[in-house]
């Protein structure tokens, strides 16, 4: 459907999630992500509030790339100061589905429940989860690996965008 | 705020949770807590679907309860043939918070990521979880044990009705 | 496929819509609804809050009918207190949707801009509207007439549920 | 809050709504209002589906402005291919809500019920509405004035940009 655009126009988008707070090392780590993927040309979306989130648009900021803040409140200037574009979505934590449906992979980075629920509704979808420090899952005594350990912000990125390419583009 | 009714009037309400397809053991177990929910005289909430959800609200149908099943589609005839009062959110996976939200306490069997994102709503608002035979939890490589573990459908509701009286009822 | 119940069985659901601040004139007109829903066995859905909704739910208790009330909020507590089922969606406004879709008519009192996306999302959807001193549309200059006028509570009950046996009732 | 930018770093963002499908007179009057908000520097968000929605993309993009499109799916190839930025909500028609409360106006293009529930949503928050051909209120036998008439593209814009300013942006 979409045949505007040739393929070299098309842009990924990637998903960065985690705690609203986070700790200095985690911010560190946040703000590597945003750094890295806006060298790479990709757009960031987040949750558009503190904590992880704020640090990855920062990154991103830092190296000119896009930076999109899907909020739960109907006011746009809830955001924070390196969200570019904020979607105001007035829907609260169900803007969860929205921060991980709108990107094809999604980058965790430690984060509390809200976090967790993103990786679920992100797996359920099939859409890949690269996980840095984060949550790990077992289901009735197995050990599920459907989120992909990575060993630090640049190979985070690099599997988030390789696993990108496997998803259909709009 | 709630002035009108006497203590005695108010109702607990528990939320059933879980896959909208499953085993028929699982669906046995669903049964056997949807039973003795209604016969201790909960409201039944869920998400209004098959497997777990239609399970559960058969048993308390079979004993007399009151069922409500919370839709993600906007259309009503969708729910499973044994919901009463049906709610037709029109906002797709968004309702599972309301699921959770909605319920002082929640019964967690079994279940897919669609159960996992609902977990993962209940906990970030303090709402208890029971779990049958569900996900375990990890983060930064430590077990959480916030899901609590029962062994059987009466086990179940005993600590699901215990752990509601906790919370304010409306 | 809702198999296991007779016709017989099905209840009406109506949802009553308007302000969450009202007139003492209209508190008096939305508790008349209630009553009247209440009288002949319908189930009355509506947004949980003050006002209108507040005197339609009193209306509703006084008769002892069942009422629902479908929270903007994550807390059931937030409801007024003739609430009788709490359904806290967590959504914010986009519980608006829930409010008319749960229903197979819709009875609109006064009401603001709320109540006009509410008239809106029934009408969408072809759920009859029947409204009492409420909202009256023109498009491109031309008077709408999918708003059903009553004259009073009686009237608005009696057209609502001649207009709620067309849908299917689930 | 927003302090790593200065004033002259914000874009203004506008919605415009209207009808799925439309005439090929709407159609020309959306793809107008598209070029001109591009022209004028302006990010145009939209629901992201066909008709009105499209044309104003289309215009944008002609004139080299960004689109964004807040899908009810959670799909992100259901958007017309004029968007450049697809945000999949996976909420249906609440993301309504996030369409216009992502805007500091909204532009209204002849449209149907769901367009009524857009402008609603924005009235009640104080967003200024300017509208082409669309809707016309009236409340209790009384003409609202609310909706803001505008006589071609031109005009609207412009009336949106400069009521636009009285809004905070993030």
Redesign the interface.
């Known amino acids: 459907?979409?045949?505007?655009?040739s393929d070299s126009d098309k842009?990924i988008?990637i998903s960065v999630i985690g705690g609203a707070h986070c700790s200095d090392e985690e911010a560190a780590l946040a703000e590597s992500v945003g750094k890295e993927l806006a060298k790479r040309g990709v757009?960031l979306v987040c949750g558009g509030l503190g904590g992880v989130m704020e640090a990855a648009c920062?990154g991103a900021?830092i190296e000119a790339g896009l930076t999109?803040g899907?909020l739960p409140s109907?006011?746009?200037?809830t955001?924070?100061?390196?969200?570019?574009?904020?979607?105001?979505?007035?829907?609260?934590?169900?803007?969860n589905?929205?921060v991980v449906?709108?990107a094809q992979a999604v980058i965790a980075i430690?984060g509390?429940?809200?976090t967790?629920?993103e990786?679920?509704?992100a797996?359920?979808?099939g859409i890949p989860v690269i996980g840095l420090?984060?949550?790990?899952?077992?289901?009735?005594?197995q050990q599920e690996n459907s989120i992909i350990k990575a060993k630090d912000a640049i190979d985070a990125v690099g599997k988030a965008i390789s696993l990108a390419g496997g998803l259909?583009?709009?």
Chains 1, 2, 3, 4 share one sequence.
């Open positions: 459907m979409r045949t505007s655009k842009k988008i757009i920062r900021t999109i899907i109907d006011d746009s200037t955001c924070n100061p390196y969200v570019q574009i904020p979607i105001a979505t007035g829907v609260g934590y169900a803007r589905i929205a449906k709108s430690d509390d429940y809200g967790l629920s990786i679920a509704y797996l359920k979808s420090n984060t949550w790990a899952l077992a289901r009735n005594g259909k583009v709009p």
